[in-house]
């Protein structure tokens, strides 16, 4: 679903994901996931307007929001580099905010839920893996030592983080660690890397 300016989009996995939230036992962690993106993409709107960026489209996805930004003018990578950490900033305040709110209030599951959610979701797109915060901004960084586009490099580093990650994951399920996070992650990597790597040589042969 589009609206006219086709500026605002509603992915379809939302309607799919709506009875979800008529059932009892994770309507708390459902709500509480979509308040802790939405609280992530709200903090890069805000230091967009003051980067001289400009929404170009916000996407509504199953757990929150996702906004994506194109220049308005030239700005410097360090002004680059404070718009992609604002997301994961907004994250830590609002977790920290939250337990401290669970101690003055009498604690609650939503309160439990909102303290893990936002530390998570700051904690993760840390990581350097491709689509994710960590990603953009350690390219904005190697930008600058480096002094040309660190495309191709941060593809390498993406996909090797995200191998790691999935064979982390393999050895703890070996070790009777029952977790899928970082599994999940590494083919989440492995698959935005490959959409990357398609996109840069489609860019070489266009200006070819």
């Not at 337990?99 to 893990?116: A, D």
């Not at 070996?174 to 890397?193: D, H, S, Y």
């Amino acid at each position: 679903m589009k609206s006219r300016n086709n500026i605002f989009r509603v992915s379809p996995s939302v309607i799919i994901c709506l009875p979800f939230f008529f059932m009892i036992d994770i309507r708390a962690a459902f709500i509480c996931g979509i308040i802790s993106f939405t609280i992530h993409e709200i903090g890069h709107l805000i230091v967009a307007k003051a980067t001289a960026h400009k929404l170009k489209k916000a996407t509504l996805m199953p757990f929150g929001a996702l906004f994506i930004f194109e220049k308005i003018k030239s700005t410097s990578k360090t002004a680059d580099i404070f718009l992609y950490s604002a997301g994961i900033l907004i994250n830590f305040i609002a977790g920290i905010a939250f337990y401290f709110l669970s101690r003055v209030f009498s604690s609650n599951v939503y309160f439990t839920y909102l303290i893990y959610y936002n530390m998570l979701i700051a904690m993760l797109n840390l990581i350097p893996i491709c689509s994710l915060d960590g990603n953009k901004i350690l390219k904005c960084i190697l930008d600058i030592i480096l002094k040309e586009d660190s495309k191709s490099v941060m593809c390498d580093i993406s996909m090797v983080i995200s191998i790691i990650l999935i064979i982390f994951n393999t050895a703890c399920i070996a070790a009777g660690i029952m977790i899928i996070t970082p599994f999940a992650l590494g083919l989440f990597g492995i698959a935005n890397t490959i959409l990357e790597r398609k996109k840069i040589k489609s860019d070489i042969k266009v200006l070819k």
